[in-house]
């Protein structure tokens, strides 16, 4: 059974950083592309990024560019979002999913985790 | 880029069957496949409807994919409506490097 399990919810101030995690199990992560998703409060879907675990080649949105960083460690079969200065606007929910192809569908979804940035 | 585009919210009877269309922008929307998910309240999205018209395994029939190319837009039907359908519902396709989301339409079965 693939699973994606994500680190679990953050509370930060601005001006912190963050790395959240994406393990994958149940298939070959090495095969796979991982994307990040965001869903601010109340609102819809935002691709962020995408990463191929099995050379870390990566996509980014123009809209996230500079804004994120993406990588993966296929040793530990792990995807990671991280910031290096977090601010209020990005308190959302980020979940990562697989991809087979980098033009195909979001297939599996992690359960998502809540970052929380707050004075 | 492009844009998809949703109705914000749609409402129908247990039974019955709705539509929810998706149009894009710019571009054919034959260019390349839009896909559907469904995202319950508090829940993760998962996927109904890829490549247009398929369905995962588990996805009951009474969900359908389609395209149109005369309006541009894509269509998810669902048939035989239950309570347990109603959910935020999001398509997405891809151009140009990019990922594109629909910004999502709210079902709601009454």
């Known amino acids: 059974e693939v699973q994606l399990v994500q680190s679990g919810a953050e509370v930060k101030k601005p001006g912190e950083s963050l790395k959240i995690s994406c393990k994958g199990s149940?298939?070959?992560?090495?095969?796979?592309?991982i994307g990040w998703v965001r869903q601010m409060p109340g609102k819809g879907l935002e691709w962020m990024g995408i990463?191929?675990?099995?050379?870390?080649?990566?996509r980014y949105s123009p809209s996230f560019q500079g804004q994120v960083t993406i990588s993966a460690d296929k040793s530990i079969s792990t995807a990671y979002l991280q910031w290096s200065s977090l601010k209020a606007s990005d308190t959302a929910i980020y979940y990562c999913?697989?991809?087979?192809?980098?033009?195909?569908?979001?297939?599996?979804w992690g359960q998502g985790t809540l970052v929380t940035v707050s004075s | 880029n492009f844009m998809l585009t949703q109705p914000h919210s749609v409402s129908e009877s247990p039974g019955k069957t709705v539509t929810i269309s998706c149009t894009r922008s710019?571009?054919?929307?034959?260019?390349?496949?839009v896909q559907w998910y469904q995202q319950r309240p508090g829940s993760a999205p998962t996927t109904v409807i890829y490549e247009d018209n398929q369905r995962p395994s588990g996805v009951p029939d009474r969900f359908s994919g389609s395209i149109d190319s005369s309006s541009n837009s894509a269509s998810l039907t669902i048939s035989g409506l239950k309570t347990e359908d109603e959910a935020d519902y999001y398509c997405?396709?891809?151009?140009?490097?990019?990922?594109?989301f629909g910004g999502g339409t709210k079902l709601t079965v009454l």
């Open positions: 149940g298939y070959s992560f090495t095969s796979y592309w």
């Open positions: 990463i191929y675990a099995g050379d870390s080649h990566i």
């Open positions: 710019s571009g054919s929307i034959a260019t390349n496949y």
């Open positions: 997405q396709s891809y151009d140009s490097s990019s990922h594109v």
């Open positions: 999913a697989t991809l087979r192809d980098v033009t195909t569908h979001f297939d599996y």
